[in-house]
Nanobody, 113 residues
Framework: QVQLVESGGGLVQPGGSLRLSCVAS????????MAWYRQAPGKQRDLVATISTGGNTNYADSVKGRFTISRDNAKNTMYLQMNSLKPEDTGVYYC???????WGQGTQVTVSS
């Protein structure tokens, strides 16, 4: 059974940076489109970015130019580099095997001074 485990969240000041990681168990990672989502308090879970098996990426308009999604298939790991963070980026960040019900447990990101 595939499991996803996120890490790297924390408290950061506006304008700061964080890098999230998502490690997948099993052998399906390299065959899967992967995604990052986030859920702000009291709001729905929204798609942040996706990355294809070949490394093609897509981003939500709200994070374009600030966030970078990447993957290392040899390490079964996906990353989200987040720069120029804003208070509105606060939320729980989840990784997912895209278009499946396989999700990580989430990691909290708080952007506050």
């Amino acid at each position: 059974q595939v499991q996803l485990v996120e890490s790297g969240g924390g408290l950061v000041q506006p304008g700061g940076s964080l890098r999230l990681s998502c490690v997948a168990s099993g052998s399906v990672f390299r065959l899967s489109v992967m995604a990052w989502y986030r859920q702000a308090p009291g709001k729905q879970r929204d798609l942040v970015a996706t990355i294809s098996t070949g490394g093609n990426t897509n981003y939500a308009d709200s994070v374009k130019g600030r966030f970078t999604i990447s993957r290392d298939n040899a390490k079964n790991t996906m990353y989200l580099q987040m720069n120029s963070l804003k208070p509105e980026d606060t939320g729980v960040y989840y990784c997912r095997i895209y278009n499946t019900n396989i999700w990580g447990q989430g990691t909290q990101v708080t952007v506050s001074s």
